[in-house]
Nanobody, 124 residues
């Protein structure tokens, strides 16, 4: 398993941007598909984006498609989520997760390592 630590959350006005980072420990980081999930108060955790081991394939939730970009740097054991045109409904705790698979899976049950989360708050 890998250890994951997110950073970069904060308070931003609607229409603004934030970049989340996730630092991973472990020598096998490049073997994992990496994902971002989010959980708003009173709601279930939902898929946001996923990237495969090489960075060549990405998938997004419809709600963030065209606004968010997931990327990774295997040399730095890091994955990022660039969030643009933020909306109040993007407010949530954002989690980084790792899945030992070559596929761009989207179900939380496929991910076996999770970070502690970082709060993103978008004001209207």
């Amino acid at each position: 398993q890998v250890q994951l630590v997110e950073s970069g959350g904060g308070l931003v006005q609607a229409g603004g941007s934030l970049r989340l980072s996730c630092a991973a420990s472990g020598r096998t980081f490049s073997s994992y598909a990496m994902g971002w999930f989010r959980q708003a108060p009173g709601k279930e955790r939902e898929f946001v984006a996923v990237i495969n081991w090489s960075g060549g394939t990405t998938r997004y939730a419809d709600s963030v498609k065209g606004r968010f970009i997931i990327s990774r740097d295997n040399a730095k054991n890091a994955v990022y989520l660039e969030m643009n045109k933020l909306k109040p409904e993007d407010t949530a705790v954002y989690y980084c997760a790792a899945a030992m698979t070559s596929f761009t899976v989207q179900s939380a049950s496929n991910f076996n390592s999770w970070g502690q989360g970082t709060q993103v708050t978008v004001s209207s």
